[in-house]
């Protein structure tokens, strides 16, 4: 075989061979670029149901080590709504509380709707008990406790944007601090409770915690 046949063999096997490579290397870059682009989509799906999850109203009284978490509102009769705060003492202490429903002892807790209108509660559920002057409660370290806001809402109104919760906090026998606490994208008043996301112990109506633990200690005061 002479020189210059010799070359052109050489440079048609290369280029055969540089042709079929380049499809090989781009099928397994695309690979690469498709799998990474799945796990991305995935990841981020998965992020997003992640979020989804807690999107749960709550607020911290860092001072007190206290939680405040919307549990929903839902209408009781045509005007009466209904709306649970699950309450948890994060501290090792009991700090002592008290929640009113008349202007007695202010501060109140207001629901606000859609419009910007503002609803005061007119009476509580805690510790088991319907309450329409005030109530003490010293919460349990690390066991959820509900309390319930009661409000007159016309049928017309289908939506809160948010819940003011209002308490003092107890310093000592006397003295008292008073406290407002924002829970904010209530949401659709709906037409039953959601009864799913609270479980009740047979020892307290209103808390989540097992039957032979210590529910939250309730003192009602009379106007």
């Known amino acids: 075989m002479s020189l210059k046949s010799h070359k052109f063999a050489s440079n048609l096997l290369s280029k055969s061979l540089f042709k079929s490579f380049i499809p090989t290397t781009l099928t397994i870059l695309c690979g ?7 796990v991305l989509s995935v990841n981020s799906e998965m992020s997003q149901k992640s979020s989804d999850k807690l999107l749960i109203s709550q607020s911290i009284d860092e001072e007190i080590n206290l939680k405040f978490e919307s549990r929903g509102c839902y209408r009781n009769k045509s005007k ?11 501290s090792n202490t009991r700090p002592k509380i008290q929640l009113s429903a008349t202007n007695v002892y202010p501060p109140l807790t207001n629901a606000i709707d859609s419009s910007g209108t503002v609803y005061v509660t007119n009476e509580i559920i805690a510790g088991g008990s319907s309450i329409r002057n005030s109530v003490n ?27 003011d919760v209002g308490y003092l906090h107890w310093i000592g026998r006397a003295s008292t601090v ?3 606490i924002a829970l904010t994208n209530i949401g659709t008043i709906a037409s039953q409770p959601n009864t799913s996301r609270v479980t009740n112990g047979s020892n307290n109506g209103n808390c989540t915690c097992p039957n032979n633990s210590g529910s939250a200690r309730t003192n009602s005061r009379k106007k």
């Open 32 to 38: 690469l670029t498709f799998t990474d682009a799945l």
């Open 80 to 90: 009466k709504v209904i709306c649970d705060v699950l309450v948890t003492n994060l």
């Open 137 to 163: 409660i010293q919460f349990p370290p690390a066991i959820p406790t509900k309390v319930s806001f009661i409000f007159e809402i016309p049928p017309q109104v289908t939506e809160l944007t948010a819940l």
């Open 178 to 180: 008073p406290k407002q």
